[in-house]
């Protein structure tokens, strides 16, 4: 460490002779005069502490003695010139050393993705050895040492992070985990909450942090209380004695009665715990007739019965799932039970088992790294089984996927190439097995289409997957699904998920704008009207929604809205408080049919008996409701009719207040000026009431600060 602390010494007064140096030559003069001053106070600093440099305040009197002083001693510009060569060859041999370690540090990463956590860390230690200041080969190293379980040193190398960087965020995150493993929670969640000191937008992060810990404690704390009963409590004490019973008993009959007793107790929680502590996993596991029968697949009866305890043991149990989740030899169990020609009740319970582990986000994390489970996903995703009971779980399997990021990255393209386009086949398949009157076969099929669109609607929330299906006919076959089921969804409860699945799909679709067709506008609206006379709340919240983004920049529907009354429909949603939460969308689809169809192609005499419901929304407690509502006053202002109407309505000076509202958002504010200056320039009574206010001034102030002045 000493060589380490002289190395960060050396190199930090080689930064400060090469910003002198880089200062000394630029053309401003008074940072070139600033630089002499701190070359001249280097100079001095050097002088008293090198002993080869004599003080020249001193009077030599020997004159030999003299000359040779001057003969050892160096002018200012030799000097200068001088540390500027060593720095220039210093800065030449850290360029070097610095790309050797970041081949050293790219091959640790190497490692460290094929699991080979020693020679990652060996890696990162020799690229800290060349750059020993570089605080992201010292996190990555630490994060080397979590996984080698090495925590200490994990701490010390976060530690030495921050020094480097006291902003690194990875530094934090890494310690406060290996402080967790040590038990140190209360340490673990100060480190987590010093990031907040410098960076407050990781605000839900720590906080989830901090929650983690406080349930690894709560469990820490739950064991010891379980292990401090077990003997007190009979149903502990059974657990116990049945896993004591299986190391030490090799028949089958008893073998399987144990593990059906087992599976009965395992539904209470303190069980589940208990049976993880005693590592009953590892014990089911690595019991010879068990191993023997998993391996040779000769006895189902055993397989369904381990799988079947394995499930309850997990069901709800985020820890026993993380256990679980690093258990190759079930999951390659699991896998092979689905993948081969086992019963269905063998492999719907394999199914099972999976769906529940993969209830938790850092399983899934964990999961989707292995080889395994990759392989068993792309086939899930080439085709789901043909059995729709079974199709049901492991669709459900996928869902859970579907919303992490890794996943999207592994799979982008199968789930492009080969699951989107069999999931909108099996959508088309369900309007021609009505038309075939197949309807029995139609009613069990739709679950499985509900649940593969709702898989969709996580999809289409990643750019990767949205931007690359344009080739496909989405629009038209969800078209003709909701156009099929538009007369008979009311009635029935699947089909009515299937709609507002469809709907969700849509929405998520529609981020790019470009997706839809605007030929098909008019048949679209009419099918959304349809919808929209339900009087659902989620119906209604989904079309709303959907349309609020296909509508902008898209005339030809914005007049199918006006042509067909859709507008009337969303001025009769807004006043029903019912339907609060689709104001924000409907008040959007307001605002955009306002202002930009002419006046005289959407104008109606409603919205004139509607205007005091616009008002009272200019208050509302929602920001975004509040700024779309400004912007269809915006459009009321071209209108003479209205514009009479609110003359005396206190328009302007709700708006001014709004306008100034430093609790909205700058955009619904902005809004609110726009409005106020529709109304002035349209009207002079508006204007005096604004100048009544002395609201120019402040008028002027909002648009300056929205940068529009």
């Known amino acids: 460490m000493d060589d380490d602390n002289d190395l960060h010494n050396f190199l930090k007064k080689v930064d400060e002779i090469g910003s002198i140096i880089s200062d000394l030559n630029t053309e401003n003069e008074s940072v070139s005069s600033a630089a002499i001053q701190k070359a001249d106070l280097y100079l001095d600093t050097i002088g008293e502490n090198n002993t080869t440099i004599h003080n020249r305040t001193v009077i030599n009197k020997d004159s030999k003695s003299c000359t040779n002083v001057n ?47 020693l020679n990652a860390k060996v890696m990162y230690t020799e690229a800290i050895h060349l750059i020993p200041d570089n605080v992201v080969f010292y996190a990555n190293r630490a994060q080397a040492y979590l996984y080698l379980e090495d925590y200490e040193s994990a701490i010390k190398d976060c530690d030495i992070g921050m020094k480097i960087d006291s902003k690194f965020i990875k530094c934090y995150i890494r310690k406060g985990k290996a402080l967790i493993s040590l038990s140190k929670y209360d340490e673990a969640i100060t480190t987590f909450r010093k990031i907040l000191t410098f960076d407050e937008t990781k605000n839900k992060m720590v906080t989830d942090y901090v929650q983690e810990i406080k349930s690894v404690k709560q469990l820490k704390q739950k064991e010891t209380d379980i292990m401090g009963k077990l003997l007190t409590d009979p149903g502990l004490y059974k657990v116990h004695n049945l896993m004591k019973s299986i190391t030490e008993n090799e028949n089958k009959i008893y073998l399987l009665l144990a593990l059906e007793e087992l599976s009965k107790n395992l539904n209470i929680t303190d ?54 989740s690093n258990k190759d030899v079930m999951l390659n169990l699991c896998i092979q039970c689905i993948t081969t020609k086992t019963n269905l009740s063998i492999k719907s319970q394999a199914l099972q088992l999976l769906e ?16 395994n489970i990759k392989s068993f996903v792309q086939i899930m995703l080439e085709g789901t089984p043909k059995n729709d009971d079974i199709a049901l779980i492991a669709l459900k399997i996928i869902k859970k996927f579907s919303i992490d990021d890794m996943f999207i990255k592994n799979f982008d393209i199968t789930l492009r190439e080969r699951f989107l386009p069999a999931v909108l086949k099996s959508m088309e398949i369900t309007c021609c097995s009505r038309k075939k009157k197949d309807v029995v076969k139609f009613e069990k099929f739709l679950p499985v289409v509900e649940e593969s669109i709702s898989i969709i609607i996580n999809l289409f929330t990643k750019d990767l997957i949205r931007q690359n299906v344009s080739h496909l006919n989405i629009w038209k076959i969800s078209y003709n699904v909701l156009q099929d089921l538009s007369e008979d969804y009311k009635t029935s409860a699947i089909k009515f998920d299937i709609v507002l699945s469809l709907l969700g799909m849509l929405t998520n679709l529609s981020v790019n704008k470009s997706s839809f067709n605007q030929d098909a506008s008019e048949e679209w609206i009419v099918l959304i009207k349809k919808f929209l006379t339900f009087q659902n709340n989620k119906i209604t919240k989904r079309c709303c929604c959907l349309l609020s983004r296909v509508l902008e920049n898209n005339d030809e529907m914005l007049d199918a809205i006006v042509k067909n009354d859709v507008d009337i429909i969303f001025i009769n949603i807004i006043k029903d408080l019912s339907f609060l939460t689709s104001r924000i969308d409907v008040s959007k689809c307001l605002a955009l049919c306002i202002n930009n169809v002419e006046k005289e192609r959407w104008f109606k005499e409603k919205y004139v008996n509607s205007l005091s419901i616009f008002l009272k929304l200019l208050s509302d407690n929602n920001e975004k409701v509040v700024g779309n509502i400004a912007l269809c006053f915006t459009g009321f202002a071209k209108i003479d009719v209205i514009s009479e109407k609110l003359i005396n309505k206190k328009l302007i000076e709700l708006l001014l207040k709004q306008a100034t509202n430093k609790k909205l958002s700058k955009p619904a504010q902005y809004n609110c000026a726009l409005a106020i200056s529709r109304f002035t320039t349209a009207d002079e009574s508006y204007l005096q009431q604004l100048r009544k206010l002395h609201g120019l001034e402040i008028l002027h102030s909002v648009m300056k600060e929205n940068k529009v002045l």
Do not use: P, W
Not at 91 to 112: C, H, P, S, T, W
């Open 71 to 117: 003969k050892v001693e160096m002018s200012q510009d030799d000097f200068m010139k001088s540390i500027e060569k060593d720095a220039k060859e210093c800065a030449e041999k850290r360029k070097e050393n610095m790309k050797q370690a970041i081949d050293l540090k790219n091959k640790g990463n190497n490692y460290f993705k094929e699991q080979d956590y």
């Open 271 to 324: 069980h589940k715990i208990l049976f993880c502590l005693l590592n009953g996993f590892d014990i089911i596991e690595n019991n010879n007739f068990f191993k023997n029968a998993i391996a040779s697949q000769d006895h189902l009866d055993v397989t369904e019965k381990i799988l079947n305890l394995f499930t309850v043991a997990v069901k709800n149990h985020e820890n026993n799932c993380l256990v679980v």
């Open 356 to 371: 529940l582990i993969t209830k938790f986000e850092n399983v899934r994390m964990i999961l989707i790294k292995k080889e």
